[in-house]
């Protein structure tokens, strides 16, 4: 079972940013959260991703709760393109296997 | 540069038929997935490669499904008896090495429809 809980969908207005909750409470000291995006059609692809400190990538920011119970992913500027389902993963270090869940799809409207 | 690529993108079997999917990882990448993803779901591991060493098929969800990567670099997933309950896409991975530091790159998928 996924060890990550999403809303199931999203809306946001276009040029505004778009929050995406997770929440992991059950997380471990050893694995990292990661997000990837699966537009239609395509396979997923990689966000971004955190152990315990905030990152920001030309993409979007991870902002990681002290307590890492739970995170959020930031797209600042959203845009059309941006539509998509989004999932937020939690991976043991060193370890291969992602366990996803069923993610939020969040649609940008014009 | 190129990414994974699959083929077909698209494939109807008539139930009971046997199907082989490609996948053709990013040059270079040591590991290798497979996973299947339902309607409405997300994607759900089926098994695991590095190099040409099939370290993890935990997820393959019968003895119909079998893959193989005999060079360590082209991977070929196959169904046989294919049942409708098969129905669904498949969608091929590959990373640097097997383990949390590397992102795993997706392909596009290939989507199976059993009659």
């Known amino acids: 079972d996924a060890k990550t809980t999403q809303p199931p969908s999203m809306d946001c207005a276009e040029g505004r940013a778009a929050n995406l909750p997770c929440n992991h409470s059950?997380?471990?000291?050893?694995?990292?959260v990661y997000w990837y995006r699966q537009i239609h059609s395509q396979g997923p692809q990689y966000i971004i991703h955190?152990?315990?400190n905030n990152e920001t990538n030309e993409m979007a920011s991870l902002i990681i709760t002290e307590d890492r119970k739970s995170s959020t992913l930031i797209l600042p500027h959203a845009t059309l393109r941006d539509t998509a389902v989004y999932y937020c993963?939690?991976?043991?270090?060193?370890?291969?296997?992602?366990?996803f869940g069923t993610g939020t799809r969040l649609k940008v409207l014009a | 540069g190129a990414g994974v690529s699959q083929s077909p993108r698209y494939k109807v079997a008539k139930r009971g038929q046997d199907v082989a999917l490609r996948c053709d990882p990013i040059s270079g990448h040591v590991s290798l997935f497979w996973y299947q993803q339902a309607l409405g779901q997300g994607p759900e591991f089926l098994t695991y490669f590095q190099n040409e060493a099939q370290l993890d098929k935990s997820g393959l969800p019968s003895d119909r499904f079998f893959a193989e990567r005999p060079e360590g670099s082209v991977s070929t997933l196959k169904i046989q008896r294919t049942q409708q309950e098969d129905s669904a896409v498949y969608l091929c991975?590959?990373?640097?090495?097997?383990?949390?530091?590397?992102?795993?790159?997706f392909g596009p998928g290939t989507r199976l429809t059993v009659l």
């Open positions: 991975a590959s990373s640097l090495q097997g383990s949390s530091y590397n992102e795993q790159f």
């Open positions: 059950t997380i471990s000291g050893n694995e990292y």
């Open positions: 993963i939690v991976v043991t270090s060193g370890t291969y296997k992602y366990i």
């Open positions: 955190g152990l315990k």
